[in-house]
Every structure is written in structure tokens, then in C-alpha cells.
């Protein structure tokens, strides 16, 4: 247990330290993910013409929400995996004895460190724009948003991993999560919250892992309707899924891999 | 007896290729029906490496070291044969076994680019293992020997090819592996460097008791670490034994030098041997080894010689030879 967590310690200040050497990709990479915003001046001004159910301020306080959900559930391990395999550079992980998928979630958690001050930034400044949509959730629904947000980054991350294990029998799969992406975009939450959606795509997507990833912290957050029990079952779900899948994946595909570039 | 430390019998690795033609059509004809071709990068192959040795693995590019190293190590999977690393079987990688050994290659890196070296040796400490105290008493005593003590607080990407690939050295064998498996260590390296790199890997072996496999193009890495050689050529082993034994079997020739009082046309010397170098007041030829006293006499005797010498052919001169012949 002790080297455990000397293991986990060190992989995430080190990884840390490492993203820290990017800062500046990662504030920009931050700011490319600003869609919600546009999504909430839309609706906030549908709003204003009493067109839709909420008022103009839930939307600001949901989507400002979405926003904070989404940057902490990016992931890239795909990339890294395919990347990694590539180049042959997933040799010197191999050779160590630990599996390579903690490094790769050390590198997310530790630039989790340097993303979460900078969204902080982006917080101050929505606050200073939109003061009135600022409403305090209570501590019971911040911590479910937040527990839903700490397992929907589990699931992007090993759903992530599991597309990025694909490269070991087709070399680059990095393409193949832009498919995982455009269903988290339409049925997350991300382009509207989820209770406009008709009766039965919610109903639909309530068996998908997508509407759990960014509306159901978004929702706990900014005060709108969710059923946080059967979401978080449901991501606790997923992870085991997306898991298993991922180790399965890993022993098969170990038998693929070339070393190739090593 | 003591257990070999690498036992491999029969060892073959099989890659399949896709095949694709040039050109639009090409690549068409890729799409549609993909071809693939199946090659043999290691055939059959048998040895043993007793533990405490150092062996050299030579052969040209695409020979199958590297492919041979991968199995060993355990990053890809034999297609057929049998393997045992260190009482284990490599592709498991069960942690007893990756804590026993390491891979250095010479054109790859392990260390993290932008951070210093510091910070890859603190995930190496934690990763095998290693108490703080003692891994700071390793650092300083490799960082000694490679005498980069003053660059482990510098990034990695600042290092020059030298610095850089002592680090990989530092962090390779930071967990004291009793089987080291070395690709290309000098690789690009300048000559004070390789030599630094020389004696790291021999003092390290002398300190720990280490076995060694060593590539090389370098044949002074061979000649100044390895007792023993393995030959691979398209896959299959051509040699195994001592370095003056391939010498001896195949070079069956000494390499006579002449100094002259006058220049001797290369007609005058082609019924001696084979003539490398003549024309001038030198000349250089290749004599078989059982006709060398006669011919060193008659040469004495027919002309006006000022010096005489023999000597062993270039040991890269030998290699090369066995690799266009592809026999040995």
C-alpha cells in the first residue's frame, strides 16, 4: 500500500510538473472548448422571447456548468496509446513493471492541476459577466456533481483507452474516438439540457453512458431536474464496462503489437 | 550447474507486411484487397547465455538482433520456439522478471523530454521500488561514473547526444538489472564518449555481475566488452563462439604490409595473394594463412623490402565478409 500510493504520488507531481512545461497549450486548448458559451447566448436569448421552458439565467448557470463538466472530462489517451504505438515509444513502458494505463491516467490527473487554475480564471470572469446566475448548489449537490464528474472522467477516460488499444491491430485508431465525440456532443447535454429532449430519446439515452458525462454534474450543479442515484449507478456501470473491455483489449492486442520504431 | 541466464531453442518470429504497389492504382489495390507478406525476421534460432557473460550479437541491418532483443525482453510475442529469460518466460512480463532486467536502445529514449533527468529517475525509484536514501546513492554513484553529475537538473531536451544517452544509461540500469540487453548503446556518439560508455557498461558488470547482450556496428564495442559472439544473417544464427574463433575461420588470411626500396606494380604481387594496396613504396595483400611463410620468404628473397609486417586482418573487414557471404 505504501508503494502504491508513493507510485501514484510520485507519477502525478512529476506529470504534473510536465504539464506545467505546456501551461500555455492548455489555456488555449481551454479556450477552443468554449462552445457551450455560444449554446448559452442562443438559448438565453430564446429565453428573453419566453420561447423556451427555463429562464435566461438557469441556461447561463447550466451551460457555464456544461462548461466546467466537459474540461474536466477531456481526455487523450487515445492519442497517447496510438502515438505510443507508433513510434514504439509503448516499449519502454512495457519493459517496467507497471501497466502503462497509469501513466497515461497520471498525465491526465496531473494536468487536471494545471486546468483547474485556469478554469478558476474563466470561473472569476463568467462571475464578474453574469453575477445574477450565480446560485450556490448546497454541499449535497456540489458533491454529487462533482462524484458525477469524477466517474464521467472515468468513463471518457477508459472508453478513451479502449479506442486507443485499437492501434495495437490498426496502428492509429485516434480517428475512430471522433465517433465517441460527435454522440457525446449530441446527447450529453452539451447542445441543450437533456429534459428538452423529446420523451423518448430520454428515455433512450438513459442506457447510454452519454447523457451521464456532462449533463448529469451540469444538472447538480446548476439546479435543473436529475435523477443523480440511476446516473451514478449507471457511470459506476460504464467504468466496470469500459474496464473490463480495456483489459480484455490489452491482453489480446499484446500479441499484435510489433515494437515497431523500437 | 547454474541455470542460463538466456535459453533460447528453436526461436522464430514471423511479421506479416502489407505489400503496396506505388501509385494511385496502388493504392486502389491496397484498398480493395490488401496483400500481405510474410517475413521471417527470425529463423530458428538456438543459444545460451550463461549468466555473468557478455555476448555480442552482430549482423547487418535487418539481420533479426533487434527482433531477438524484442523476444527476449519480452515487448513481442515468438511466433514458435521456446524462451526462458532469467527462470521466466519474456511476453508474461511478470514484474519479478521486468525488475531483473533492461533494454537500452541507442536511437530511443525513455526519459521525459522536458523535464530534467531527475524527475525520470524519481518515477524509476518509485516504479522499482526504491528507497528515497538509496536512490539517491545510486544517482550519485552512476552520475559519477558517467560523470554527469552537473547535467541530471537540466531537461532532457538540452542535452547534447552524449549527455543524453549516459542518461538513458543512468536510467536503464537504475534498478540494477542483472541482464542487460544493449542496442546500439554508442550509437552517434563521439569517440570519448563511446569509450566513457565502454567502461561505464564494464565497471557496472565488474560492480554487479551483470550479463550482458550487446549489438553493436561499432566493432570496438564488441572487441573492448564481448568474449563471445553470436552472428545472425536474415535470421538465422551463422556463429556462436569467441571473436578469435570467427577470426580464424573466416579470415584464413593475414594481412601482409610491404615497405620498398622501389615501387612494385600490382602485377608483380598478384601470384603472392590478393593485392589491396600497391604502385607506390607501399603495398598491402591478403595471403592465406598456410602459405604465409613461404610467400613472406620468397618476398624477402625477390624484392628489395626495407619492412615487413603481419598482421590480422580489420576484425569490420572480417564481419563484412561474412555477411555478403552469408555463410560462415
Known sequence: MRWLLRKAWTLVAVYFAYMLEYRGEIFFWMLSGITPFFFMSAWTVAAGRGLTVYGADDYARYFFAVFVARQLGIVWVHWNMSEDVRSGKLSFRLLQPLDPAW?????????????????????????????????????????????????????????SYVVGLLSLWLEDATEIYNLWYVAVLFFSGMLAPLSLYPEPVQRALVWTPFPHLVYLPAALWSGLEADAARGLLSLLAWNLFFFALGRLLWRLGRRHYSAMGA | MEAPAVLAEELSKVFLVAAKEPGLMGTLRHFVRRRYRRIKAVNNVSFEITPGEIVGFLGPNGAGKTTTLKMLTGLIYPTSGELEVLGHVPYRRPAAFLKQITLVMGNKQQLIWDLPVLDSLRINAAVYEIEPAEARRRTREF?????????????????????????????????????????EPTLGLDVNAQIAVRRFLRDYRERYGATL???????????ALAGRVLVIHRGSLLYDGDLEGLVERFAPYREVRL????????????????VEEAGGLRARLLVERRRLTAVVAELLARFAVRDL??????LEEVIARVFSEGRV
Open chain 1, 103 to 159: 501513466r497515461y491516467l497520471a498525465d491526465h490527473v496531473g494536468e487536471r492541476g494545471v486546468r483547474l487554475p485556469l478554469l478558476a480564471l474563466v470561473g472569476l470572469v463568467f462571475a464578474w459577466l453574469y453575477p445574477q446566475a450565480l446560485v450556490w448548489p448546497g454541499p449535497g449537490r456540489l458533491a454529487l456533481g462533482l462524484l458525477a464528474a469524477a466517474l464521467a472522467f472515468g468513463v471518457n477516460f477508459s472508453a
Open chain 2, 143 to 183: 552520475a559519477e561514473l558517467l560523470e554527469i553529475e552537473d547535467i541530471l537538473t537540466q531537461p532532457v531536451r538540452k542535452l547534447s547526444l552524449g549527455q543524453r544517452m549516459k542518461a538513458e544509461l543512468l536510467a536503464s540500469l537504475f534498478h540494477l538489472p542483472r541482464l542487460l540487453f544493449l542496442d
Open chain 2, 213 to 223: 547482450l550487446l549489438t553493436s556496428h561499432y566493432m570496438a564495442d564488441i572487441e
Open chain 2, 259 to 274: 615497405q620498398l626500396e622501389r615501387p612494385l606494380a600490382a602485377a608483380e604481387l598478384a601470384g603472392y595473394g590478393e
Open chain 2, 309 to 314: 609486417s603481419v598482421t590480422e586482418p580489420p
